[in-house]
């Protein structure tokens, strides 16, 4: 099991705003980091440090973080955004060491 | 422009090894952490391990799952990171993907295959 907990899935109509959380221990004193993976490919980073969206990303992404739970929200969803997402930070504790991923949220456009 | 191919992936039987490379193109090797993440099929990601960068002597860590089991290393002549595998569990069996850190891991290979069966 995964120390950073999301939903396994998420559906959202086309247009709309879709909302995927990750929650985990003391997340609030981390940078949280997003990955998309549309099927067959590897990730991409859309967010980083919790809010920043690297270059080449949709405005359309954004991440906020509230207490120990981090939230990636994708506006005006496109039939493209299908795709799983992974919030991901760097583990400290002893049982947790180097980069974790949370379990990942598929995202399903109706 | 970044770009990073693995190879090296395959069928090889529980107990066996393999050397996984990725050859890395399009900036300073050395300069940069250098990261393995996995994915077994259907599955999440899961990280395996990496090499520091030269200022921080190469300096490797490594996943509990891995750790005795799995190597990192670098040619930095051939601008190529490695992934030595030994004494493979069927639960190893995933897509292996090289990734270049730079406070985030902000390039992704294609990735490569590794089945462990028998």
């Known amino acids: 099991s995964s120390v950073l907990t999301q939903p396994p899935s998420v559906s959202v109509a086309p247009g709309k705003t879709a909302s995927i959380t990750c929650g985990g221990d003391?997340?609030?004193?981390?940078?949280v980091h997003w990955f998309q993976q549309r099927p067959g490919q590897a990730p991409v980073l859309v967010i980083e440090?919790?809010?920043d969206r690297p270059s080449g990303i949709p405005e359309r992404f954004s991440g906020s973080k509230s207490g120990d739970t981090a939230t990636l929200t994708i506006s005006r969803v496109e039939a493209g955004d299908e795709a799983d997402y992974y919030c991901?930070?760097?583990?400290?504790?002893?049982?947790?060491?180097?980069?974790?991923f949370g379990g990942g949220t598929k995202l399903t456009v109706l | 422009e970044v770009h990073l191919v693995e190879s090296g992936g395959g069928l090889v039987q529980p107990g066996g090894s393999l050397r996984l490379s990725c050859a890395a193109s399009?900036?300073?090797?050395?300069?940069?952490?250098m990261n393995w993440v996995r994915q077994a099929p259907g599955k999440g990601l899961e990280w395996v391990g990496r090499?520091?960068?030269?200022?921080?002597?190469?300096?490797?860590e490594y996943a509990a799952s891995v750790k005795g089991r799995f190597t990192v290393s670098r040619d930095v002549s051939k601008n190529s990171l490695y992934l030595q595998m030994s004494n493979l569990k069927t639960e190893d069996t995933a897509v292996y993907y090289c990734?270049?850190?730079?406070?985030?891991?902000?390039?992704w290979g294609q990735g490569t295959l590794v089945t462990v069966s028998s």
């Open positions: 090499s520091r960068n030269r200022a921080n002597s190469y300096i490797t």
């Open positions: 399009g900036f300073s090797f050395s300069d940069h952490y």
């Open positions: 991901q930070v760097w583990g400290t504790t002893s049982d947790h060491p180097g980069w974790v």
């Open positions: 440090h919790d809010t």
């Open positions: 003391n997340i609030r004193s981390k940078s």
């Open positions: 990734t270049r850190e730079m406070v985030v891991l902000e390039h």
